[in-house]
């Protein structure tokens, strides 16, 4: 993620240090666009917005339009929060200069309209990809602008995303295996996508023959040396109608972001199931935790028995937002607390939480006039930095667990397939679930009780 020093003034659009780009692929046509952009006065105040939303590392910007105002929010580390609201004629303003800008239509408010642009830094010459969603709604119309860094790598490695190394030892031993299925989990929106295609960036793709499924519509698996074949589900096609035609290239592994049907699970139990030529198989499900994971494949009405006997592992994520190491505070404990979270007396001294001001000292106010802080605005960091914009966290890890999958779960799967049945037997076998992985990273001092708790609501 980059981030700027934000300049305290801004008088005009010429003082914002970002230009506003067209991104049609032709030349003639952007200068077209980017003429009919400035015609107004609204790039100022747009420059302004998508600027500040780059300083505050923001992923998307939403503008509400009702009746009578435009109401702003920003998606930072996967938290929403608020900014300045505008008039409408200004915000109508905008919305017309960016919609111009995405060869949109200005006029349409109502039907759902998408366009990209480009964003230049002018100092560090760093540029922005530009993505604009506009929709109606009942309250008049949404708009979301996305915004990323166009030479973005992302996450390359499971130690980027944060997981242990002792865990990350036992998912590649499941990953090398010759046969089975190893199931990939997380919630809509919970770092599912990066999960996915890290985790597939650690295999021995160059050792072994791996070819992937992927409906055309939902873009998921980014890496190289899997050879895709896509589908198109909103046609009606299913992956199990090409699963037999993609075997006759005799694959090691088969992965698949999204098990979407009962009969691509029974066919991917048969292909994992078989005993001389089983293949191993890499799945993706939209689940909260890993026993959920695997219920939710169940209640595809797929095979329990074929399933149950395939299955070796499964890998869930959730991400969780860190603290911010300028601000942060520490605090002893108390050791009813400590007993709570299941952490031995002795082992941690102190907890971190979000920045808290001082309570007020009417005598210290008296002998010095202090120099008044933005609302919102953190001391620590507008002294040293770097700057948490008032949110008191910058930036987020991963919280995973691995369940890897013995006989007596395999037997409750076709006998008892039951949430708290699952459970109870997960944790009396010692196994270490998404909670007690986040407690982890609560003593280690990178995140706080109350994101915690957030995240595990």
């Not at 049609?24 to 790039?43: D, L, Y």
């Not at 910058?394 to 039951?418: H, M, S, Y």
Request: net charge positive.
């Amino acid at each position: 993620m980059i981030f700027f020093k934000k300049k305290e003034k801004k008088d005009s659009g010429d003082d914002i240090p970002i230009d506003l780009k067209a991104d049609s692929g032709a030349p003639a046509e952007n200068q077209q666009r980017e003429i009919a952009a400035r015609q107004g006065e609204a790039i100022p105040p747009l420059k302004e917005l998508l600027y500040d939303a780059l300083v505050k590392g923001a992923e998307k910007t939403m503008l509400d339009y009702s009746r009578d105002a435009v109401t702003g929010t920003y998606l930072i580390d996967g938290v929403w929060h608020n900014t300045d609201p505008r008039d409408r004629e200004t915000g109508d303003a905008m919305l017309v200069a960016i919609k111009l800008l995405c060869g949109m239509n200005p006029d349409e408010r109502r039907a759902r309209q998408e366009g990209k642009f480009m964003v230049e830094h002018k100092v560090t010459k760093a540029k922005f990809l530009g993505k604009v969603t506009s929709q109606g709604v009942k309250t008049g119309e949404r708009v979301i602008i996305e915004v990323r860094p166009k030479k973005f790598k992302g996450f390359k490695s499971l130690d980027d995303l944060g997981m242990r190394e002792q865990m990350q030892e036992r998912l590649r031993e499941h990953m090398r295996a010759e046969q089975g299925i190893v199931l990939i989990a997380g919630p809509p929106g919970g770092g599912f996508t990066t999960t996915w295609n890290v985790a597939l960036n650690s295999t021995d793709r160059l050792l072994r023959d791996f070819v992937g499924l992927e409906d055309k519509h939902h873009h998921e698996t980014d890496v190289e040396n899997i050879n895709m074949t896509l589908f198109d589900g909103a046609a009606g096609e299913t992956p199990d109608q090409i699963i037999q035609k993609i075997m006759l290239t005799q694959p090691d592994v088969l992965t698949l972001a999204d098990l979407c049907n009962a009969a691509t699970v029974n066919k991917l139990c048969q292909l994992a199931n078989a005993p001389k030529e089983g293949k191993l198989i890499i799945a993706g499900v939209r689940a909260k935790d890993a026993v959920e994971a695997l219920l939710r494949v169940l209640l595809l009405k797929a095979s329990a028995p074929d399933f149950a006997e395939a299955v070796r592992a499964v890998l869930c994520v959730r991400l969780i937002r860190k603290l911010n190491d300028t601000c942060k505070q520490p605090y002893p404990p108390p050791p009813q607390l400590l007993q709570k979270l299941g952490i031995p007396p002795g082992r941690v001294q102190a907890l971190y939480r979000e920045w808290q001001p001082p309570p007020p000292d009417p005598e210290e106010e008296k002998k010095k006039k202090k120099k008044a802080l933005p609302p919102g605005a953190c001391p620590l960091c507008e002294l040293e930095g770097p700057l948490c914009h008032g949110i008191f966290y910058r930036g987020r890890t991963g919280i995973f667990e691995l369940l890897e999958v013995n006989d007596e779960l395999r037997e409750a799967l076709v006998k008892k397939p039951q949430l708290e049945v699952l459970r109870n037997i997960v944790r009396a076998s010692g196994h270490r679930g998404l909670q007690e992985e986040g407690i982890l990273l609560v003593a280690r001092g990178l995140t706080s009780l109350n994101e915690l708790q957030r995240v595990m609501k």
